[in-house]
């Protein structure tokens, strides 16, 4: 059972260069996240979805986007990469009912230069 | 407007003492509240949850308590360990909202 899976772990960008982040999750999860993590400003939500076609925006969502094409993936893209977009990135899946909490994947480390 | 306030930001305590982190929380359609646990380089961990129809979880040495009426909860770490050192989030949900609202962070040292 491998939980949620991240790709890449480490990504180096030059500003203005596009990229796709992958997740994947098994477990069947409803809900799944992006979050950016950065230093001393805990985990900021960027889009979130509820279930297969359906994306909502978080607090930061600008420079990004998803899509939920299936129930396992939701892929982060971002359109034009900026410095400011430097941060660790982390995608996380919950199920809708019962105790959901996040099950989160082991981050990609994203660098833009 | 941050819904989920925690403190302190950051902890110092020697080993074998009780390390305490509180949250407090503003929106009363919260009915989910974890706490998360993540080491350096790693993705935070469901540590330990409650729901607001019980007071207080305990598993093992962590312990949630919650106070429905002051609307916040905290975090014990009772006979802290220096492999307890790491960065401990709060977190609240509502139902069907599909995403969770987390506090700031703490970082906790446990001293040998």
């Known amino acids: 059972n491998a939980g949620v899976t991240q790709t890449p772990k480490f990504q180096v960008l030059k500003t203005g260069q596009s990229m796709t982040l992958q997740c994947a999750q098994d477990?069947?999860?409803?809900?799944m996240s992006w979050y950016r993590q950065d230093p001393g400003m805990g985990l900021r939500l960027i889009h979130y979805?509820?279930?297969?076609?359906?994306?909502d925006q978080g607090e930061v969502p600008n420079g990004y986007n998803v899509s939920r094409s299936t129930t396992e993936d939701f892929p982060l893209r971002l359109l034009s990469a900026a410095p400011s977009q430097t941060s660790v990135y982390f995608c996380?899946?919950?199920?809708?009912?019962?105790?959901?909490?996040?099950?989160f994947g082991s981050g990609t480390r994203l660098t833009v230069v | 407007q941050q819904q989920v306030k925690q403190s302190p930001q950051s902890l110092i305590v020697q080993k074998g003492g009780i390390s305490i982190i509180n949250c407090a929380y503003e929106?009363?359609?919260?009915?989910?509240f974890p706490w998360y646990q993540q080491f350096p380089g790693k993705g935070p961990a469901l540590l330990i949850a409650?729901?607001?129809?019980?007071s207080e979880k305990k598993e093992g040495r962590f312990t949630i308590s919650f106070n429905k009426s002051a609307k916040q909860f905290s975090l014990h770490i009772m006979d802290s360990q220096p492999g307890d050192s790491a960065t401990y989030f709060c977190?609240?949900?509502?139902?069907?909202?599909?995403?969770?609202?987390f506090g700031d962070g703490t970082t906790l040292t446990v001293k040998p």
């Open positions: 979805s509820v279930g297969a076609g359906i994306t």
């Open positions: 409650i729901r607001p129809d019980v």
């Open positions: 977190a609240a949900s509502r139902p069907n909202a599909g995403k969770s609202t």
């Open positions: 929106n009363t359609a919260f009915d989910y």
């Open positions: 996380a899946s919950s199920p809708r009912t019962g105790n959901y909490g996040y099950t």
């Open positions: 477990m069947n999860h409803e809900y």
